[in-house]
């Protein structure tokens, strides 16, 4: 069973990674004039369609996160404190800190992004979603990298 929650945790995680990928292309290098290159057709998304995609994907990511912690914390941790790989624990550690600082901005990101999008708050939207953009990566990089080490 812990092998299927881990299944799903890194499916949300992906579908996670692509929605906030585009957003994030969308509004930091927005598309001027048209093009039929796969980079403009990525950008030229609404990328406020994407808000609450991203927040119901990262809440699930983080609860399935969540359920499958104590397996990770009681297998993969100990083997690798027991081999002092004290760097790929330290950085499930940051993972786990950004993953957080993430969760406690969806309040806001909900906020900036809801409709009608208020031209005053373009500077802050973009941050925020910048933000979730490398909290999601960094988790999710970390989170292979661990994964591939030694897997639960």
Do not use: C, D
């Amino acid at each position: 069973m812990t092998t299927v929650l881990f299944v799903l945790h890194g499916l949300f995680a992906i579908a996670l990674l692509g929605a906030i990928t585009h957003q994030a292309a969308a509004v930091w290098v927005p598309v001027r004039r048209p093009n039929p290159s796969f980079l403009t057709r990525f950008r030229a998304v609404k990328a406020a369609n994407y808000t609450v995609a991203i927040i119901v994907l990262f809440v699930l990511t983080f609860s399935m996160g969540a359920i499958v912690y104590p397996a990770y914390r009681i297998g993969a941790r100990i083997y690798m404190e027991n081999l002092k790989m004290s760097s790929a624990v330290g950085s499930f550690e940051m993972k786990e800190h950004l993953v957080s600082f993430g969760l406690a901005l969806l309040p806001a990101y909900w906020y900036f992004w809801r409709q009608p999008l208020l031209p005053e708050h373009e500077t802050t939207r973009k941050v925020i979603t910048l933000l979730i953009a490398l909290f999601v990566w960094s988790a999710f990089l970390v989170g292979y990298v661990l994964n591939n080490i030694r897997g639960v």
